[in-house]
T-cell receptor
Framework: NAGVTQTPKFRILKIGQSMTLQCTQDMNHNYMYWYRQDPGMGLKLIYYSVGAGITDKGEVPNGYNVSRSTTEDFPLRLELAAPSQTSVYFC????????????FGEGSWLTVV | GQNIDQPTEMTATEGAIVQINCTYQTSGFNGLFWYQQHAGEAPTFLSYNVLDGLEEKGRFSSFLSRSKGYSYLLLKELQMKDSASYLCAVRDGYGNKLVFGAGTILRVKS
């Protein structure tokens, strides 16, 4: 049971570089989310998607982009990385239904230097 | 917008009972979730409340009062492995977004 898979797990970026965090889920969930978690803090919603072809901004979208061309994949793009983007990134998904919990990937640790 | 408040840290003794409170102000409400997160790991689901009252699941219980914008997570018979961060999260009125509080770090001492 793969669940939600994120890659890479660890990455060091230089200021100004770009990269894509990959996320894929094999549970046929229609909702997918990207969160970031700074040390000692809760999770902040970056972007979310309610289905293929539909994305929307969360609480902290600046500096990021997403796409949802398939049900399974929800990549997060960082353009022009900045030290403020140093964080742990979690991808998550859930099935339709208000009571359905979201399932998290294992996280991606990103450091921008 | 949504605002979710939890105590930053709590300490309790092994075998005891601890209550972690969460208050929220939201423009809409479609359920409240509690998650447990151990250091360096992803959050894992503990409980879900959408109606007022108490939901019990083994050593863990969660209570919700929608009129007061208030929830608590009750942990009984504390074990050392319960040392973790506990996150309160509220689903918005449209049912699309799940917004998290900053979390409460619980330390269980022997």
């Amino acid at each position: 049971n793969a669940g939600v898979t994120q890659t890479p797990k660890f990455r060091i970026l230089k200021i100004g570089q770009s990269m894509t965090l990959q996320c894929t889920q094999d549970m046929n969930h229609n909702y997918m989310y990207w969160y970031r978690q700074d040390p000692g803090m809760g999770l902040k919603l970056i972007y979310y998607s309610v289905g293929a072809g539909i994305t929307d901004k969360g609480e902290v979208p600046n500096g990021y982009n997403v796409s949802r061309s398939t049900t399974e994949d929800f990549p997060l793009r960082l353009e022009l990385a900045a030290p403020s983007q140093t964080s742990v990134y979690f991808c998550a998904s859930r099935y339709t239904g208000a009571g359905n919990t979201i399932y998290f990937g294992e996280g991606s640790w990103l450091t921008v230097v | 917008g949504q605002n979710i408040d939890q105590p930053t840290e709590m300490t309790a003794t092994e075998g005891a009972i601890v209550q972690i409170n969460c208050t929220y102000q939201t423009s809409g409400f479609n359920g409240l979730f509690w998650y447990q997160q151990h250091a360096g790991e992803a959050p894992t689901f503990l409980s879900y409340n959408v109606l007022d009252g108490l939901e019990e699941k083994g050593r863990f219980s969660s209570f919700l009062s929608r009129s007061k914008g208030y929830s608590y997570l009750l942990l009984k018979e504390l074990q050392m492995k319960d040392s973790a961060s506990y996150l309160c999260a509220v689903r918005d009125g449209y049912g699309n977004k799940l917004v998290f509080g900053a979390g409460t770090i619980l330390r269980v001492k022997s």
